[in-house]
Nanobody, 123 residues
Framework: VQLQASGGGLVQAGGSLRLSCAAS????????LAWFRQAPGKERDFVAALRGPSTRYYGDSVKGRFTISRDNAKNAVYLQMNSLKPEDTAVYYC??????????????????WGQGTQVTVSS
């Protein structure tokens, strides 16, 4: 499985961005998909995960602001980010695994990673 993330950029606080991640698989419907982020000098943290077509999980800091979704026809997963804050600044990575894991928020559970896309939120 190869993942290609895109959509990052520079945005003002309060703005929105939509990240995309294209997967080189027959269908993303067989994958558990997730987003993580890593700020400078910090660990890679869980942002969101999608189980099946519509069961979503979020990190506490992004609940109510970010939405993860998938498009099986396009073999893609998205992260819609609204009400962005300067503390959201990080490199964002998409990740995938086959089958569900109860430890979905642990980066160790994901064998497949995209290359990362930079998101910078200015105050």
């Amino acid at each position: 499985v190869q993942l290609q993330a895109s959509g990052g950029g520079l945005v003002q606080a309060g703005g929105s961005l939509r990240l995309s991640c294209a997967a080189s698989v027959r269908t993303v419907s067989s994958l558990t998909l997730a987003w993580f982020r890593q700020a400078p000098g910090k660990e890679r943290d869980f942002v969101a995960a999608l189980r099946g077509p519509s069961t979503r999980y979020y990190g506490d800091s992004v609940k109510g602001r970010f939405t993860i979704s998938r498009d099986n026809a396009k073999n893609a997963v998205y992260l819609q980010m609204n009400s962005l804050k300067p503390e959201d600044t990080a490199v964002y990575y998409c990740a995938a695994r086959y089958y569900w894991s109860v430890a979905y928020s642990s980066r160790d559970q994901y064998p497949y990673w995209g290359q990362g896309t930079q998101v910078t939120v200015s105050s």
